[in-house]
């Protein structure tokens, strides 16, 4: 059974606006995340390193929006179980604020600490 007080419908469309958004994120950074290609000639090394550095920055924030997206999948799949908002730890429900809050929280609050 799942999350007794929460309707499950408002979570899985939260669920889906939060894929979505990732998803959008994801393809608008793109450009920053391909490989740098700068004129050596034209362009001097700090410009180079400052390049270099937001490329790895925009590669280390998609593989948190891609751990996001792994976790909203295994949050469907909860849902689909009817054991989406149970403590993975202890298997008591989680407090249904802190799932409005993080509709992907795995752990309740006292679990999390």
């Known amino acids: 059974m799942n999350h007794p007080e929460l309707e499950m419908a408002a979570v899985e469309a939260r669920l ?3 894929r979505a958004d990732l998803q959008a994120q994801s393809e608008a950074s793109q450009e ?3 490989t740098v290609m700068l004129d050596q000639t034209s362009v001097g090394r700090l410009s180079r390193m400052d390049a270099l550095q937001g490329q790895a920055m ?3 924030e998609e593989e948190r929006r ?3 997206l792994r976790r909203i999948t295994a949050a469907f799949a909860r849902i689909e179980r009817g ?3 149970e403590c993975i730890e202890c298997g008591e ?3 249904a604020k802190r799932l409005t809050w993080d509709p992907l ?3 309740c609050i006292e679990c999390a600490d």
């Open 16 to 18: 889906h606006e939060l």
């Open 105 to 107: 929280a795995l752990k």
């Open 83 to 85: 054991e989406y908002g």
């Open 32 to 34: 920053s995340r391909d």
């Open 66 to 68: 891609q751990l996001s």
């Open 93 to 95: 429900w989680i407090g």
């Open 58 to 60: 925009a590669k280390a």
